[in-house]
């Protein structure tokens, strides 16, 4: 155990299990790694959101192949993010299923020393999902409520949020990279838990699954809507994923409660997004080079 409950991840108690095996497959210097990430356990082996330190390695070697091999993701600017302390990377949202979410989650643990596991800020219908909510909520997802986010800023974690929400994600092919209704709570919780923030922008995720027919009268396990793919599995786009540098909504002593306030510091993180995407564009040379 390391001070203040956390634990590293170590060898898996139980080779047998998914975790377990995953970690046995991870190259030797990859488990060296990962055993400097740290997981706020009160005791009991996972943290209060469900987090399991083996299952952190697990999503490594889940992700490995799609971050590596299929959309080959590259990293632009990945120096600026904070090596330690609460922090919000805020990053734009598409692509029929969240891959955009799992390429961020994978990449920042691959780029941050020692590695960082940001969390994900899913939707509420997310953690509801048989199976799959357990899954993610043993990689470090949380249910997006505002408590649950200032639990984890007050820990000195990094959250991972999308504030165009499933919105992003059901956007139509003439709406690609351009960022939807931009929710604000992000900016609200950066300012009241003194929290920089990290723009970020992802580019190819618009492109990795064109989608055939969306039925927006079917809402499975809570989702408001069901897309139907137009390809049985992704494309192998190109990802890049590029690193902002970090805001600091809070310089100034901007008041947390004042709504005028909030709504001009998201603004001001949506336009570092929009301009992260914009020049990111303009650097790409083809969707799947």
Known sequence: MLPGGARPIGAPRVPRTLPGRAVDHLRRFERARLRRVTVVDAGHGFDI???????????????????????????????????????????NHSGLLPFDAAMLYADVLAH?????????????????????????????????????VARLLEQEEMVMIFPEGTPGIGKPRSERYRLQEWRVGHAELALRHRAPVVPVAIIGAEEQWPVAARLDWLHPFGAPFLPIPATPVPLPVHYHIHYGRPLSLHDGGGDPDDSEIIAAAAERVRAAVAALIAEGLRARRGVFA
Do not use: K, Q, S, Y
């Open 49 to 91: 959101f469900g987090m399991h330190p083996d299952w952190v390695a697990a999503g490594v070697w889940l992700t490995r192949f799609f971050h590596r091999r299929w959309f080959r993701v590259t990293a632009h600017g990945a120096e600026n993010l904070p090596p330690r302390g609460r922090a919000i990377v805020v990053a």
């Open 112 to 148: 941050t020393d020692p590695p960082r596991v940001a969390r994900p800020i899913a939707d509420h219908f997310v953690p509801a999902l048989p199976f799959v909510g357990t899954l993610f909520a043993r990689l470090g997802m949380v249910n997006g409520t505002r408590a649950n």
